[in-house]
């Protein structure tokens, strides 16, 4: 985001989940269970070796999407834990457009669509593929028409207040410059972008900093709060290095997603290996160093299905093993949990609006 955050935050309040956590840890153990019917499921590692987990849930099985080789796989099984062990199937083969990342599996109406990045280069912009059923049957992709057609990664589409939008990370011109921001557009349908694209984030915090060239945001995901709020949680820093983490965007009460000053955003890692970028109160990870690009393992992918506050609840994210030197290579997609936490007070300083916001954050663990 634009603008210059008071480097301390207000701690926040723990007021909807009950089951205290060790706050010292972000490795503290989940409760036994979740509230009685739930569809959330806590799980062990999956531990499918590679980044960029995409997962939702469709009745009562889960389906991934990942790059493999040429084109885009997915993994269908009963549980996340049991994604590890089941084999994968291609559902799309790249045609010569090169540099497939980052998959994102959601459903719209009664179809099933795959937002991925493709290009080389300068030309990575976005694409999607459609189909009736979540493991097969997808046909050939499409591009999608982004605004200023820039520079595009990370593409996720959504449903909020009624209209379709999509967040990605992308660049403010033609060629690379020194930050990779998150821009908003609305969707007319899922395979259509409609008017202007508008900034909401930049990496301009000092934790957001610590590795650059560009200095980064990236993966995008949406959530939404038991208040009914808006969040956008990404990634920041370079996720070639173990300062990789996971922050959030979170949108005020009656506030306009294309608005930039309207979203307030963490004081710091919420998420993440390295104590010193860490939010005041959130301890950093035990298990894992650089942790980000996460998916929230929705039913069928929609924010209309985040988890109600109280229990625990699935994510998954990838990371590299303590001990493991880091690399691109040695990521893995692993499960934790994270929990809707209470009276979170994200302050600001320098810009248009109120300097702070107090609302739903987020807690998460290994």
């Known amino acids: 985001m634009a603008s210059v955050l008071t480097a301390t935050a207000i701690a926040a309040t723990f ?3 009950q089951p205290t956590p060790d706050a010292t840890s972000a490795s503290a153990s989940a409760p036994a269970a979740t509230a009685a019917g739930s569809d959330f499921e806590l799980a062990a590692d999956t531990y499918v070796p590679g980044a960029d987990p995409s997962v939702i849930k469709v009745g009562d099985t889960y389906h991934a999407v990942k790059t493999v080789g040429g084109g885009i796989a997915v993994r269908s099984a009963s549980s996340l834990a049991g994604l590890a062990d089941v084999a994968s ?12 990342w980052a998959p994102k599996l959601v459903k719209i109406g009664s ?8 290009g080389q280069s300068a030309a990575h912009r976005m ?7 979540p493991d097969t049957g997808y046909g050939a992709e499409t ?17 909020y207040n009624n209209q379709l939008w999509m967040v990605w990370s992308g660049w403010s011109k033609a060629t690379n410059g020194t930050e990779q921001n998150l821009y908003i557009v609305k969707m007319s349908g899922p395979t259509t972008p409609t008017g202007s694209r508008y900034i909401i984030s930049q990496p301009r915090e000092s934790w957001e900093r610590k590795v650059g060239n560009p200095y980064i945001n990236e993966a995008p995901i949406p959530l939404k709060d038991p208040e009914g709020l808006l969040h956008i949680v990404y990634s920041a820093n370079g996720s070639w290095s173990d300062q990789y983490c996971i922050g959030e965007l979170r949108l005020r009460q009656g506030g306009d997603p294309t608005y930039v000053w309207d979203w307030y955003k963490s004081n ?8 010193d970028t860490m939010m005041n109160g ?21 924010i209309d299905n985040s988890p109600p506050a109280g229990p625990r ?7 590299v093993p303590k001990g493991t030197p880091y690399s691109w290579s040695a990521r893995q997609w692993r499960n934790g949990t994270f929990v809707w936490w209470g009276s979170t007070t994200y302050t600001r300083a320098n810009v248009p609006g109120a300097t702070s916001n107090t609302g739903a954050g987020l807690r998460f663990f290994e």
């Open 89 to 100: 199937r291609t559902i799309w083969t790249d045609p010569g457009i090169g540099d497939i």
């Open 127 to 133: 694409y999607v593929i459609s189909s009736d059923s």
């Open 143 to 159: 591009k999608l028409a982004l605004p200023d057609d820039m520079w595009a990664i990370d593409g996720s589409v959504f449903r």
């Open 268 to 275: 710091g890692c919420l998420f993440g290996s390295n104590p």
């Open 15 to 17: 007021a909807f989940h």
């Open 313 to 319: 609840a699935p994510f998954v994210y990838h990371a």
């Open 282 to 302: 959130w301890p950093a990870t035990s298990k894992v160093d650089g942790p980000g690009s996460n998916s929230f393992a929705l039913v069928n992918g929609d």
């Open 111 to 118: 179809k099933y669509y795959v937002y991925f990045t493709g």
